[in-house]
Every structure is written in structure tokens, then in C-alpha cells.
């Protein structure tokens, strides 16, 4: 079975009452649920993941390898500033979906760099919790299209 990695990187944990009118009011236990039930009625695994230390999702990324065929990505600010996740990234040769609940480019202009972009399979954002279930099904074609 198909297995994929949701990392969410940091403050992420504090969804539903940060900035509620940028991120909305969906927690990031309501978008674990939202995932672990769209992977179910799909059939792939999902493993779902959060810190606010950027070494534990360098960490994680590393571990996904042997362990989940691909990964969705919200670095939260570390996606403006964190060479080592775009180093890790290029490490382990699995292919990552950069996620964004909010449209990072219609906001301030040190949102509009990532240094996952460069090294993602696509990015997502804009579309709020509803990315994460795109995200993943964005991956599973891509996935599908190429083993
Ligand atoms: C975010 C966008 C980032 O710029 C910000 O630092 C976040 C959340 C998003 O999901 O919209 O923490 O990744």
C-alpha cells in the first residue's frame, strides 16, 4: 500500500486559533482527521507529523525513506529561510509537495521565497485545509504515474 508522510513544520500545531483570519479556524487535529479519512476512502497509508524545531523535520524527512513513498510538506516559515530542509529534500530522493493553507504569494514579500520550491515535485496553497487533500492526491497520481 501506498504510504505518505504529512509533515507541518512550525506553529502549525497552533492552528484554529492563530490568526484565524488568515489560517482559518480548522485545528491541525480537525486536518488529521480530514486526512486520515480521505486516505482510508482512497487506500493509502498516511502518517501525520508536526514540531517546531527545524532539526526534527530535517529528522523526519530523513526517516520517511524505506517508509513512506512521498511527502506533503507545510514548513511553515523554515519554507523562507531553511537551506537545511532544501538540503534534506534533495537527499532523500522522494518526492515532496510543498503545502501553504494561505496564498504566500498575495502576502508579504519575504513569504514569496521558498527554498522548497526549488527542490519540490509542485506546490499547493491558497486553498486552506482543503490543500492537504489535494496535496495528497496530487501525489498518489504523481506516484501512480511513475513506479
Ligand atoms: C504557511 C505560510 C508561511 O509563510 C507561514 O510562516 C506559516 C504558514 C501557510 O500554511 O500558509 O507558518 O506555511
Request: contains cysteine.
Amino acid at each position: 500500500m501506498r504510504s505518505i508522510l504529512i509533515l507541518n513544520g512550525p506553529n502549525l500545531n497552533l492552528l484554529g486559533t492563530r490568526q484565524p483570519e488568515v489560517y482559518g479556524t480548522t485545528t491541525l487535529s480537525d486536518i488529521e482527521e480530514m486526512c486520515r479519512t480521505y486516505a482510508q476512502a482512497i487506500g493509502v497509508n498516511v502518517a501525520f507529523d508536526q514540531s517546531n524545531h527545524e532539526g526534527d523535520l530535517v529528522d523526519a524527512l530523513h526517516a520517511a525513506r524505506g517508509t513512506h513513498h512521498g511527502v506533503v510538506l507545510n514548513a511553515g516559515a523554515y519554507t523562507h529561510t531553511s537551506l537545511a530542509l532544501m538540503d534534506a529534500i534533495s537527499s532523500i530522493a522522494l518526492p515532496v509537495i510543498e503545502l501553504h493553507l494561505s496564498n504566500v504569494h498575495a502576502r508579504e514579500e519575504f513569504r514569496h521565497n521558498s527554498f522548497i520550491a526549488p527542490v519540490a515535485l509542485g506546490l499547493i496553497c491558497g486553498f486552506g485545509a482543503r490543500g492537504y487533500t489535494l496535496a495528497m492526491d496530487a501525489l498518489i497520481s504523481h506516484l501512480e504515474a511513475t513506479e
